[in-house]
């Protein structure tokens, strides 16, 4: 698992994964904007935490922003346990956007989404 943030972007059929892996605070910020931007026009888009080992307050903040533009991240996947999770758990983000344990379950979900607008 990479240390140094790196962000990966999966095009599946009906959604966009946008993961996150290593550590992700000032320095990656930047490109996570970048990156969710891009997605924008794709439509739905998951954020995947599973292999981040780290994220700060910046990184929640532009899942903040993220979330509050219509269509933009449709769930978020985050391991229990995790120092991603506790982070996102602490700021109550769940209450702003789908939180699930798993990547599978975060596409299951955003799949079903799509389908059904």
């Known amino acids: 698992?990479?240390?140094?943030?790196?962000?990966?972007?999966?095009?599946?059929?009906?959604?966009?994964?946008?993961?996150?892996?290593?550590?992700?605070?000032?320095?990656?910020?930047?490109?996570?904007?970048?990156?969710?931007?891009?997605?924008?026009?794709?439509?739905?888009?998951?954020?995947?935490?599973?292999?981040?080992?780290?994220?700060?307050?910046?990184?929640?903040?532009?899942?903040?922003?993220?979330?509050a533009t219509p269509g933009r991240i449709v769930a978020i996947a985050a391991a229990p346990g995790t120092l991603p999770r506790r982070l996102i758990d602490m700021v109550a983000l769940s209450t702003t956007i789908p939180l699930f344990d798993s990547r599978v379950a975060a596409v299951a979900y955003a799949t079903r989404s799509a389908s059904s607008s």
């Open 1 to 67: 698992m990479p240390e140094i943030g790196q962000i990966v972007v999966e095009h599946l059929p009906s959604v966009v994964v946008v993961a996150l892996c290593g550590e992700h605070d000032a320095s990656t910020v930047a490109g996570l904007k970048t990156e969710l931007a891009a997605t924008a026009a794709a439509g739905n888009a998951i954020v995947d935490l599973s292999e981040a080992t780290f994220i700060d307050s910046r990184v929640v903040g532009v899942l903040f922003q993220a979330a």
